[in-house]
């Protein structure tokens, strides 16, 4: 008994190691899934972002057909990266609302004229209080909602033209 | 392209759309305490026990992130409003996980979190034993 428990702290550290090593070889997912997946979108209204565009509220997003909402903002980079995807999608006659966070309406209107426009509405949310709303912690975001306004998938970070295929897929189950 | 350094260009792509805040001044309540003591007492326990979603490792009160600086500003207007913290902390928790809070609840999955400080205490309590007992001798 005594031998063995001299062995005791060894396989402690032994254990210690295991739990470590395998913490290092898991790689790190840093984004933060919305637990709204699934559920119906949180009810909100928000003020037109552009003069060209009508703003966004909850109801507009329960309109029979699935709809995508796309979290966005001037000053995001990779939001750039993605408008010829939303543009794509546009093209293929899907609807595309956009929220604009902490932005100024100049500068979205010269984003748009600079990346061209897909959005149907667009809200502003100075304050990111419908981000947090919608478990979103950052630009880009996309979201898939279907025809009765219930959240069906959220894409973090900006779609890449090769995620454009899972996209269609969750707005044709959407339907 | 090798592949480190296809790694390298995406960590840098990464790095650049963290980095990147906007022009907007802060939110109200994201630098402002609350005009009643005992309310922005409250508001500033809770924030110190919510985890930033940029910064992941501190809390919202230590962040200088925009969105850190919105969440503040919500736990204060709502503290402002009345709400209890609890109610706030769960409201956050039911759209971002456990994972937003620090205070871990106690729960299957946490009670070895609880357990292991007791558990250690009486490990150790045990292990002295001997040596209490050599002394007296």
């Known amino acids: ?175 | 392209m090798r592949p480190w350094r296809h790694s390298i260009a995406v960590l840098l792509l990464v790095s650049t759309a963290t980095l990147a805040q906007s022009s907007l001044p802060p939110a109200r309540y994201a630098n402002t305490q609350l005009e009643d003591p005992r309310q922005e007492a409250e508001a500033k326990a809770l924030m110190e026990t919510l985890r930033c979603l940029v910064c992941q490792g501190q809390s919202i009160a230590d962040s200088d992130a925009d969105l850190a600086g919105d969440m503040r500003s919500l736990v204060r207007q709502r503290i402002k409003a009345g709400e209890r913290p609890e109610a706030i902390r769960a409201w956050l928790i039911e759209r971002y996980g456990e994972w937003v809070s620090y205070s871990p609840p106690l729960e299957p999955l946490t009670w070895p979190l609880w357990a292991a400080p007791v558990v250690l205490l009486l490990a150790g309590l045990w292990l002295a034993r001997g040596r209490f007992r050599l002394k007296r001798r």
């Open chain 1, 1 to 175: 008994m005594k031998r063995l428990i001299l062995w005791a702290p060894l396989a402690v550290f032994a254990g210690f190691l295991m739990v470590v090593a395998f913490g290092l070889k898991r790689p790190p997912d840093p984004a933060i899934h919305s637990k709204l997946v699934g559920k119906p979108m949180p009810a909100f209204e928000l003020k037109p972002a552009v003069a060209e565009h009508p703003g966004l509220s909850s109801e507009d997003l329960k309109q029979g057909a699935p709809r995508l909402v796309n979290v966005f903002a001037s000053w995001c980079v990779p939001c750039i990266a993605e408008a010829p995807v939303l543009m794509e999608l546009k093209r293929r006659g899907v609807p595309i609302d956009g929220i604009a966070i902490r932005d100024r309406g100049e500068d979205v209107a010269a984003f748009l004229a600079r990346n061209r426009d897909p959005y149907a509405h667009i809200g502003t949310d100075p304050n990111s209080q419908v981000q947090l709303a919608l478990g979103s912690s950052g630009v880009p975001e996309t979201f898939v909602v279907d025809g009765k306004g219930v959240i069906r998938l959220q894409h973090i970070g900006a779609i890449n033209p090769n995620e454009l295929g899972d996209i269609i897929a969750a707005l044709e189950a959407a339907k």
